[in-house]
């Protein structure tokens, strides 16, 4: 199972882009990279997935360098209801069950 | 779409009582998950299921915690007897069979957040 870093913590202000950014040296070939976001006393909440370069959705983008050993999520413009804890996980397209890390913790101030 | 649905809420029991959470998941997905959430340990996969059968439950703390699924539309989390270290909220998600592409989109429920004195 390939492991993931993240930074624990990370502050914002309204309008900003943010950036986080994930390492997982040891991704392998069939895995991919995904996103969740979760709000306190809620689930994790699904976000964004990829493979390779980058992948844009309504909410995010993310990037993922030819290596694939890191990877970095995009939040355009965050608003205040954007602080949240964000996961990044490396998926084993054949073991469907995630294993969560730590994630990073966003803070979105006025 | 009512999105998946796990009863009760909240729960507050004394050590010692038998504690049994509920999880519909989202009609026509076929993998089914348990996860634990502490501030100490984070996210915890307990078990998940795919069409009805236990795939993997090495996540099960002990012999307290048993799942069971007895058909695609209901599963249940029992803890007996409870102890105070079981407080935690327990989410339960689900995902449909399909591309690889969706392999990490799981849908999670609310959760219920339990409280064993």
């Known amino acids: 199972l390939a492991k993931t870093t993240q930074p624990i913590s990370m502050d914002s202000y309204e309008g900003q882009e943010v950036n986080i950014t994930c390492s997982h040296n040891?991704?392998?070939?069939?895995?991919?990279i995904t996103w969740y976001q979760q709000f306190p006393s809620q689930g994790p909440r699904f976000i964004i997935q990829g493979y390779k370069t980058k992948v844009t959705n309504e909410v995010a983008s993310l990037f993922i360098p030819a290596d694939r050993k890191s990877s970095t999520l995009s939040l355009p413009r965050v608003s205040l209801s954007d602080t949240a804890v964000y996961y990044c996980l490396v998926v084993d397209t054949g073991r469907r069950a995630l294993t969560f890390g730590s994630g990073t913790r966003l803070q979105v101030q006025p | 779409d009512a999105g998946v649905i796990q009863s009760p809420r909240h729960e507050v029991t004394e050590m010692g009582q038998e504690v049994t959470l509920r999880c519909k998941p989202i009609s026509g997905h076929n993998s089914l998950f348990w996860y634990r959430q502490t501030m100490m340990r984070g996210l915890e996969l307990l078990i998940y299921?795919?069409?009805?059968?236990?795939?993997?439950d090495s996540g099960m703390p002990e012999d307290r915690f048993s799942a069971k699924m007895p058909n695609a539309s209901f599963s249940t989390l029992k803890i007996q007897p409870s102890e105070p270290r079981d407080s935690a909220v327990y989410f339960c998600?689900?995902?449909?069979?399909?591309?690889?592409?969706?392999?990490?989109?799981?849908?999670f429920g609310e959760g219920s957040r339990l409280t064993v004195l």
């Open positions: 998600a689900s995902s449909p069979e399909g591309l690889a592409e969706r392999a990490g989109e799981l849908f």
């Open positions: 299921f795919n069409n009805n059968v236990p795939i993997d």
């Open positions: 040891n991704i392998a070939t069939n895995d991919y």
